[in-house]
């Protein structure tokens, strides 16, 4: 939680001026932190959740086990249907940490947020033949 509210220092938030700070714990115990980065062509914009993910690959992370996100407010906030899609990538198991402006935290499950998102395991699945 701490590394995720640290992160949040360095957001780029001059639109929204909503900060987000997020941490990811990989496999390996190596945190990997990121912050969102605003654009005015609001499109490009980079959440913190994917920021600190491509971060963690861009080391050599390739498996998660959590994510943390951090934001200045005193609700819950949870990952977007983008950052869930690229959480989903790599497993179906990661827990998300929403950590409020006081420290508290709650966790739920990457399936808890996005239960049938399609997702790489979906590749995977026996294709049916079609008959002619």
Known sequence: VDNATDAKINCYA?????????????????????????????????????????????????????????????????CCGACCSVILEFGEDVQIYSSKSDGTTEVKGIRDLVPFAFCAADLREPKVEKKP
């Open 14 to 78: 001059p639109y929204s001026n909503f900060r987000v700070g997020a941490a990811v714990l990989a496999e390996d115990d190596q945190i990997f932190v990121g912050a969102n980065v605003e654009n005015a062509s609001y499109g490009l914009t980079m959440c913190a959740e994917r920021v600190a993910i491509f971060n963690a690959v861009s080391h050599g992370a390739k498996n998660i086990r959590a994510v943390v996100v951090n934001t200045d407010v005193d609700k819950f906030k949870w």
